[in-house]
């Protein structure tokens, strides 16, 4: 089910908003995966990423927006989707230094210790069999070299809206528990976004109908929230080390 839902959007709405939040435009989208680069920036910088001959698995790369991003910071790119479309749309981006692989994030085909870093912003909570949801984290954990690191995305204090059957929000202590099993500990957290992506149903119509009319402000808004205790930012970022 889930393969065939991301082919089919990824299909449909092309751009950011087919990984991005697809309510908003996709003048929103791009500049509210400007926010995530600049704290993607910001970790890099803490985890001191300096080989660039190991590789950086991208997972669920979508349309290889982050793909891009380590290409240009000069890493060697594994990147994997579920989607065919994914693969298709990357493919044709003709990425130096990137092996494309259409897989299922929780059957990875990859060797163990092969990687330095996982980076899968968005993916997590839209794997919703928790079967499913713990072997990823248990091949993230296989496929990382020691001393390795993860950095995913989660969302916080959510109550799911009725149909929501492409989602579903953990907390902390269930990462906590099947990584920290597998010798992964919490490095760091961090968070993002005040309003983007709220779950509240009269407060994500105003929110996307101000946003959507003036793009700008939804840029000023979210970037100055970033500054915010992380009590008030409803995306969490979780970076955990595999101990060497």
């Known amino acids: 089910m889930m393969q065939h839902y991301w082919n089919n959007r990824i299909q449909i709405l092309k751009g950011l908003r087919a990984t991005g939040h697809a309510s908003f435009s996709e003048q929103v989208n791009a500049m509210m995966y400007t926010i995530k680069l600049g704290k993607l920036d910001a970790i890099l910088n803490i985890l001191q990423m300096n080989d660039r001959e190991l590789f950086i698995l991208d997972l669920g790369c979508g349309i290889g927006f982050f793909t891009k991003y380590y290409v240009n910071l000069g890493f060697k790119v594994i990147a994997i989707d579920i989607a065919k479309s994914a693969i298709r749309f990357n493919q044709a981006r003709n990425f130096p230094n990137v092996h494309l692989i259409l897989a299922d994030a929780s ?38 070299q020691n001393g390795g690191s993860l950095i995913l995305t989660e969302k916080k204090g959510i109550t799911l809206p009725r149909g929501s059957y ?18 992964m500990e919490l490095q760091l957290i961090d968070s993002i976004f005040l309003f983007f992506g709220t779950e509240n149903p009269c ?32 995306t969490v970022i979780y970076v955990f080390r595999k101990g060497s």
Not at 174 to 181: P, V
Request: proline content about 5%.
């Open 203 to 234: 407060l994500a119509f105003i929110i996307r109908s101000i946003y959507n009319a003036i793009p700008k402000l939804a840029f000023i808004i979210e970037r100055s929230a970033t500054k915010l205790p992380s009590a008030f930012k409803r």
């Open 166 to 183: 492409h989602v579903r929000f953990r907390p902390l202590n269930h990462y906590n528990e099947i990584l920290g099993r597998k010798g």
């Open 107 to 144: 059957y990875l085909p990859l060797r163990n210790d092969m990687v330095q870093l996982v980076h899968e912003f968005d993916l997590s909570y839209h794997i919703v069999d928790n079967s499913l949801w713990k072997k990823h984290l248990k091949e993230v954990v296989r496929v990382l």
